[in-house]
């Protein structure tokens, strides 16, 4: 099915502050046609904090669309193989999407098999982002804990399907899989003052 595919999706992980947010707009900077998907909602004074830093970190030019759940029909709906669409990011659509199913796995799953899909039809090239929870702490709750393992089998499932997977690590690009491995590290130079990446 990914050799049907006529353009490619990247995906960029790794913990908290790892630079993966940063990464990702760095490639997506050498396309002409951005639409940047955003999934946060301002739920709180220092989301809002977060959204606004995230949103002065983007070029002007680059279209927003705030989709916190509907990731598969956005995504549907981009048929110009010229488009970039920029998801930032899974871990936050995930947990929306828990939220209105209301934690009833079947619904979240049924959500997920849809978003991934609508990444293997679409026409335009695609950089999704999401968290590496895996190597973080460890929930202390069930619900916590039920989170962790669906977005680890999210991520799964997006790397599978993907062109390209790097894994960030402490401000580097460490390349998993796909073309963009040679290039990673020439595609990416490490600005050490500037320490609000996500």
Not at 88 to 110: H, P, W
Not at 119 to 132: C, D, F, G, Y
Request: with cysteine.
């Amino acid at each position: 099915m990914q050799g049907a595919r006529p353009n490619t999706v990247t995906f960029v992980l790794g913990g908290v502050r790892s630079g993966k947010s940063r990464f990702a707009q760095r490639i997506a900077s050498n396309s002409g046609s951005v639409i940047f998907i955003a999934t946060a909602k301002p739920s709180d004074p220092e989301m809002e904090l977060r959204i606004e830093r995230h949103r002065a970190s983007r070029p002007t030019a680059w279209q927003t669309l705030e989709v916190p759940v509907d990731l598969d029909v956005a995504i549907a709906s981009l048929q110009d193989p010229k488009h970039l669409a920029l998801i930032d990011c899974l871990t936050i659509y995930l947990a929306n999407v828990m939220s209105k199913a209301q934690g009833k796995e079947s619904l979240i799953r049924e959500h997920t098999e849809r978003l991934c899909s609508a990444l293997e039809e679409t026409k335009a090239s695609i950089i999704l982002v999401s968290n590496e929870v895996g190597s973080g702490v460890h929930a202390e709750t069930a619900t916590g804990r039920f989170y962790c393992d669906l977005l680890g089998e999210l991520n799964q499932r997006v790397a599978a399907l993907a062109d390209n997977v790097i894994l960030m690590v402490a401000g580097i690009p460490a390349p998993i899989k796909g073309t963009l491995a040679g290039a990673a590290e020439s595609e990416f130079r490490i600005d050490h003052k500037a320490w609000g990446a996500a």
